[in-house]
């Protein structure tokens, strides 16, 4: 197996790689078929996209799928540069603001049908 860089990693921001728990993978013919649309991938690619992957709640056979993307490993040696951390919106804001979004429909749709 091979070993990248982050920079090499980076490198493929526009076409397609990402790192997960330090494995690098290249999930573009996946892209379609992604539960969550191509933008999600799209969005991670040439950074470490570890964060994101276990904070939405994958299930052993989407980890499963995971493996046969499996291109490479990190280089642990190599800088990484700032853009390339792990972020995204942690999956409980997401979880939280979808929440307040929904209290709001329904205390609209009480005010008009309570009258």
Known sequence: MSIYTWQQVGQHQ??????????????TPYLNEHPGGPAVLQN??????????NETGHTSGAR???EKYKIGTVDKTSPQEPW????????????FAFLII?????????????K
């Open 14 to 27: 526009k076409n397609g790689w990402l790192v997960i728990d330090g494995v690098v993978y290249d999930p």
């Open 44 to 53: 991670r690619f040439g950074k470490d996209a570890t964060r994101d992957f």
């Open 102 to 114: 929904a209290l709001v429909m329904v205390f609209i749709l009480w005010k008009v049908f309570a």
């Open 64 to 66: 499963q799928m995971l």
């Open 84 to 95: 390339q951390a792990g972020g995204g919106t942690p999956a409980n804001a997401q979880q």
